[in-house]
């Protein structure tokens, strides 16, 4: 049965900071594996998508990274901003499957 | 831009009614999925919906039925509402291939 873990729960930087948000998944017969944010009292917001035969994506200050032999996703964020404060959810898709297993997410406060 | 819309953004409803929430997408996408999310429990899958009348259960279908009789929309039911479906309802969309996961704004129910 497919896990997925994010450590640490919630994380507290300065403003500028990089920063990598980890995501543990037991499982590596993935399809693809997801990122999202989500703020409070919002749906989730898509922000990177890697497919199994990839091994990152990036978008703007955002790079996400895929290592299926480790069980591993980090999303890696760039001179961090306030705006960034949200909880951050990972996502991933079991190959031939529909669904999508999540972890619990890393709540992130940058502050000013 | 992927659009994902739901009903309502805020429903209290009594113990025992039923309760329809509905959620719309504008990108043509086969699949619709509704979850629901809880603290501490993260996002479970309630049903997936891979075309028009088609239907899975997902991991907690008990107490819930969906309608999909157009492929942009898909419903969720409550048939008679409890004070344990309160919770924020998420309803997803994607298309086969990719698979990204687009997400609508939540619906917080409350049910007293």
């Known amino acids: 049965k497919q896990e997925v873990t994010q450590i640490p729960a919630a994380l507290s930087v300065p403003e500028g900071e990089n920063l990598v948000l980890n995501c543990s998944f037991t499982?590596?017969?993935?399809?693809?594996l997801q990122w999202f944010r989500q703020d409070p009292g919002k749906g989730l917001t898509s922000l990177l998508l890697i497919q199994s035969s990839q091994r990152e994506q990036t978008s703007g200050r955002l790079n996400a990274s895929l290592d299926k032999s480790s069980g591993r996703s980090t999303l890696y964020i760039a001179a961090s901003q306030p705006g960034d404060s949200a909880t951050y959810l990972c996502?991933?898709?079991?190959?031939?499957?529909?669904?999508?297993?999540f972890g619990t997410g890393t709540r992130l406060k940058v502050l000013a | 831009d992927v659009k994902v819309t739901q009903s309502s953004r805020y429903l209290v409803k009594r113990t025992g009614e039923k309760v329809f929430l509905e959620c719309v997408q504008d990108?043509?996408?086969?699949?619709m999925f509704w979850y629901r999310q809880d603290p501490g429990l993260g996002l479970r899958l309630i049903y997936f919906s891979y075309d028009v009348k088609m239907k899975e259960k997902g991991d907690i279908p008990e107490g819930y039925s969906v309608s999909r009789e157009k492929k942009e929309r898909f419903s969720l039911i409550l048939e008679s509402a409890s004070t344990n479906q309160t919770s924020m309802y998420l309803c997803a969309s994607s298309a086969p291939g990719l698979n990204e996961q687009f997400f609508g704004p939540g619906t917080r129910l409350t049910v007293l």
């Open positions: 996502a991933a898709h079991r190959s031939g499957t529909y669904k999508y297993i």
């Open positions: 990108m043509d996408h086969e699949n």
């Open positions: 499982d590596s017969a993935i399809y693809n």
